[in-house]
């Protein structure tokens, strides 16, 4: 698709792919220095999943993680947060052909205040349209 006019109703143009617009992708949120899923966070995964599946297409994971530790720490760990997601995913039925990872670290940050209630927002993954 080129624009929403290609579509069917009730779908968008998304990196040229029709996807459906009844769900949306959540981000999913990590504790301090953790890649496991919150069990607070495991229906978000399934909602995703859910959502994923109904649109289908290829996804990017991305892991992020907030300013605390070192860079190199940080990347491994936002990579180990991409890869616990899309382990959930392929439980949930999805394939590793729709799927990818990427790991920012700490690069990427949605709130810059030095504060807990920041941070908890920078320790996330997205999953986006590839």
């Known amino acids: 698709c080129a ?31 953790e890649n496991s899923i919150r069990l607070d966070q495991e229906e978000v995964v399934a909602r995703n999943a859910a959502c994923l599946k109904e649109r289908l297409g290829t996804y990017v994971v991305e892991g992020h993680c907030d300013e605390r530790g070192s860079d190199e720490y940080n990347l491994a760990l936002s990579q180990r947060r991409a890869a616990a997601i899309v382990r959930a995913y392929q439980q949930h039925g999805l ?36």
């Open 95 to 130: 394939t590793k052909a729709m799927l990818s990872t990427l790991g920012f670290g700490e690069e990427k940050p949605i709130c810059v205040d030095a504060d807990d209630s920041c941070w908890q927002q920078n320790r996330r993954v997205e999953t986006l349209p590839r």
């Open 3 to 33: 624009s929403a006019a290609d579509c069917m109703e009730g779908h968008e143009c998304v990196n040229g792919v029709c996807v459906s617009t009844s769900c949306s992708i959540e981000p999913v949120y990590f504790d301090f220095n």
